[in-house]
């Protein structure tokens, strides 16, 4: 029933958290699928509904409505022995880490395999390897409290993959970390998704993990799937609230009212002509001015992608003028009006 490269397909996905005379409908109605290689993003604003979604994927959360699919099978009619089985393909990081400040960084790298009854010497070569792989293995001695956050989080991911994992989910995996650390470790999940085609699934509330190093993103909004598709189709051309909100922040965008009774263009960069300086050339070929009045544009994957919003010229002519030449440089523009700017 699902295509071979899928690795996960939900199925109309509700998960409903019942309290004293209460009921929170956390994820409501969810489908789409992740295909085997990908990094995908899950997004959305806190208390959107993400981490919940996550946790069904390997049956953490046990789903009120609907079918999760890994590799085919639907995780609801497993028995407890075969589900095990299935979590060992499972890897799993989150944003506290979860070591044992007790036992030293080789011990917590082992402690899976441990439990899955692997043999000591082979869980010791497993786990330095590992190690090696996150670039900790001379901390394979030292116990947690003497790392730092991203080392914790090293440790953490070495963990998660000691049992050959074809999925690793990242539950706010960089949140705790600052903006240096979280790129190294995001650089780090890019270069493992490449050397072990480890398809990996980032829950995230923020745009720029997002934009950093996933394929694909599905954007969660009050537990529900408000927009799915590729990163730089996203961030070209977002088509619901929740997805403007995210790709454009608000502080970011141009007040309405500064357009009334003026021609405005949006510019859509959609990563191959970002690299032109096309406001600069069009100034210098045309002789034309254009006043920008917001720009957002952001590095997705190593290409540019955004809008930019500009005032045309007053006088008719140098306005056409400067239309004809942005269609003719390969970008996106269309003229908008005030109420089409969110």
């Given amino acids: 029933m699902s295509d071979k490269t899928e690795v996960f397909r939900l199925e109309h996905i509700s998960k409903v958290f019942q309290g004293k005379g209460t009921s929170v409908k956390a994820v409501d ?65 989150f944003q506290g880490f979860n070591l044992l400040m007790q036992k030293t960084v080789i011990a917590n ?4 395999m441990k439990i899955a009854g692997i043999g000591r010497q082979e869980r010791k070569e497993r786990a330095y390897e590992m190690l090696r792989l996150v670039g900790l293995e001379d901390k394979a001695q030292v116990y947690p409290s003497a790392l730092s956050g991203g080392q914790k989080q090293r440790v953490a991911i070495a963990r998660a993959l000691s049992m050959n994992p074809q999925v690793l989910l990242c539950d706010e995996a960089t949140s705790a970390l600052d903006p240096k650390i979280t790129e190294e470790i995001l650089n780090l999940l890019k270069e493992i998704n490449e050397k072990m085609k480890l398809t990996i699934v980032i829950i995230t509330h923020e745009m720029s993990v997002v934009e950093k190093i996933c394929d694909k993103v599905a954007i969660i909004d009050s537990g529900k799937l408000a927009e799915i598709g590729l990163v730089e189709d996203i961030f070209t051309n977002p088509q619901t609230e929740a997805a403007k909100h995210l790709v454009f922040p608000a ?47 952001k ?26 030449y942005l269609k003719k440089s390969g970008v996106f523009a269309a003229e908008i009006k005030p109420e089409e700017v969110e």
């Fill in 251 to 297: 502080k970011q965008e141009v007040n309405p009212f500064d357009m009334r009774d003026r021609r405005c263009v949006r510019i859509v960069f959609d990563g191959h002509a970002s690299t032109e300086p096309v406001i600069s050339n069009l100034v210098q070929e045309t002789g034309e001015k254009v006043n920008i009045l917001c720009a957002n544009t």
């Fill in 299 to 324: 590095s997705v994957n190593g290409l540019g992608f955004g809008q930019m919003i500009v005032e045309l010229p007053k006088e008719h002519q140098a306005a056409e003028t400067v239309l004809q």
């Fill in 109 to 112: 790298v082992m402690l899976p």
């Fill in 29 to 93: 109605d969810v489908s789409f699928s992740i295909g085997k290689g990908e990094i995908f993003g899950i997004i959305g604003m806190s208390g959107a509904g993400k981490s919940t979604l996550v946790r069904t994927l390997n049956r953490l959360e046990k789903v009120t409505e609907g079918t999760v699919y890994f590799e085919g099978q639907n995780l609801n009619k497993l028995s407890a022995k075969e589900l095990q089985k299935v979590r060992q393909s499972i890897g799993m990081i």
